[in-house]
């Protein structure tokens, strides 16, 4: 079938495709099946998949896979596709930059698009003081980097991070990372200097943002001691640690205790950024200005470009060629984050995700009053999760959460799980989703839900 054969747009853009879940074939249908064959030959299997399909299109709120299948689209591929997926103006952008140029090493011959994105970043994000900005290809090339510009910094070498934090796989970020299984096991020796600090997880743990804050600075006084400690790194909102958000007062506490003790305070909004929580960065609800904020996902729709942003004393540390790398700010990922940016600020989609947020927490808070097996709805905008758990005992249940999200997916609606026990859902729909897009997709994950034991 051609799935771009139907003149079904969204006003927010994206290709023409229908706006509909529509199952031709089971989950995977017969093409699709053949490309995970010659997947399961030609790539690792430490290259995993969660949707098992052959994607071939996608737009709006939908993923169309080969055999003519369009699934709803509640991830956004890992909360990069927030304008979108092929967002025309990305499209266009891309388009024109790839007919002009395509690369040429910022660090060789420098050009306009990367300074225009540096700029953009350094207003969009929080904080008035005077900013700059370096760009990289992948959200842990960016987390990579901002610790090195913390450490020059600083002249420290200590870097905390925190239960339930999530930065990357690359052998840095692993470190930083706190779940062994699947990021870590095997793969160590991990990079030294690296600390871990208690979170707050209020569903969990019951205490105040000032009294977690309290215990996490107590364990960094006593361990790592602040004279040692270069950088604080912590996801405002915790993404694959399970949309874990603080309690009030928390993230406040460590700016302060950073700022105190000459410490870079680092918000990794990989993950959160972007209007995806609702403003254009998720540290916007705590009232926290970092010092340095990463960020990479929704920069450019789908295109590969991360960055970090900062204090322009902290980022001008480095000595002339200490930072960059041959990708870094590739003029095409460019383009595309400059016409993302636009759509961000101009195309109505902060307030976007903020009425996604209201629909599916309603309708999870909905789900909750009925099933005790929905323990926690949470998140802001359009980063919502559910933890599932045994409703006798108040533990985890990822077994439960696997067998939803496996339903869902076979009923062509995908669904991400995510945390550190397993057990969360989460919500991550491109901004451009359709209302009754959404509201069909709940349905299906609330059947799933019904249906197990
Ligand atoms: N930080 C956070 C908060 C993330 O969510 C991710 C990706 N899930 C990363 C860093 C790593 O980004 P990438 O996969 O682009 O390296």
């Known amino acids: 079938m051609t799935s771009t054969d139907t003149l079904d747009t969204h006003p927010l853009g994206g290709p023409a495709l229908p706006q509909e879940r529509r199952l031709v074939t089971a989950i995977p249908g017969p093409r699709s099946q053949q490309l995970l064959e010659r997947k399961a030959a030609a790539v690792p299997a430490g290259v995993g998949h969660t949707v098992p399909i052959e994607a071939v299109a996608a737009g709006g709120g939908v993923v169309v896979d080969a055999d003519g299948n369009s699934l709803i689209d509640l991830g956004s591929g890992i909360a990069v596709t927030g304008v979108g ?4 103006a990305v499209v266009a952008a891309v388009q024109a930059q790839a007919a002009q140029f395509t690369h040429t090493c910022f660090m060789i011959s420098p050009y306009e698009s990367y300074v225009a994105v540096a700029e953009a970043l350094n207003r969009v ?20 980097n901002a610790v090195k510009i913390a450490r020059k910094f600083t002249k420290r070498q200590a870097v ?19 779940k062994a299984m699947p990021y870590k096991s095997g793969f160590g020796p991990f990079a030294s200097e690296i600390y871990r600090a208690p979170l707050s997880y209020p569903y969990r743990d019951g205490l105040t943002g000032a009294e977690a804050a309290k215990r996490a600075i107590s364990l960094i006084e006593k361990q790592v001691g602040a004279d ?5 790194i912590i996801e405002p909102i915790q993404g694959e640690g399970g949309f874990i958000v603080p309690a009030d007062g928390f993230l406040p506490a460590l700016v302060e205790w950073c700022r105190d003790n000459g410490v870079v305070f680092i918000a990794d909004e990989v993950q959160t950024g972007f209007a995806r929580t609702g403003a254009m960065f998720a540290s916007e609800h705590f009232g926290i200005v970092p010092d340095l904020i990463t960020t990479a996902k929704g920069i450019a729709g ?35 984050a400059l016409a993302s940016i636009d759509a961000f600020e101009n195309d109505g989609l902060l307030e976007r995700a903020r009425r996604i947020g209201e629909l599916l927490t309603d309708r999870l808070r909905a789900l909750q009053a009925t099933d005790a097996r929905v323990g926690d709805v949470r998140g802001h905008g359009a980063m919502i999760a559910a933890e599932f758990i045994d409703p006798v005992t108040g533990e985890p249940d990822a077994a439960l959460t696997a067998a939803v999200a496996k339903a869902c997916i076979a009923e062509g609606v995908i669904v991400l ?33 019904a249906a197990q034991p």
């Open 85 to 88: 997926n092929a967002h025309p």
């Open 125 to 144: 994000t929080p904080g008035s003081h005077a900013k700059k900005s370096a760009l990289f290809n992948s959200g842990a090339e960016a987390v990579e």
């Open 160 to 178: 905390v991070a925190f239960d339930h934090g999530y930065h990357g796989r690359t052998n840095l970020t692993m470190a930083l990372t706190a």
């Open 228 to 232: 040692n400690l270069a950088a604080m």
């Open 302 to 336: 789908g295109l590969p470009l991360a960055a970090v942003t900062g204090r322009a004393e902290i980022m001008d540390a480095s000595h002339t060629g200490g930072l960059g790398g041959t990708y870094g700010g590739n003029p095409i990922a460019c383009a595309a």
């Open 417 to 449: 799980t995510c945390g550190t026990y397993g057990n969360v859902i989460r919500f991550l729909p491109p901004l451009s989703i359709p209302d009754d897009l959404l509201h069909e997709g709940l349905d299906v994950v609330a059947a799933a839900l």
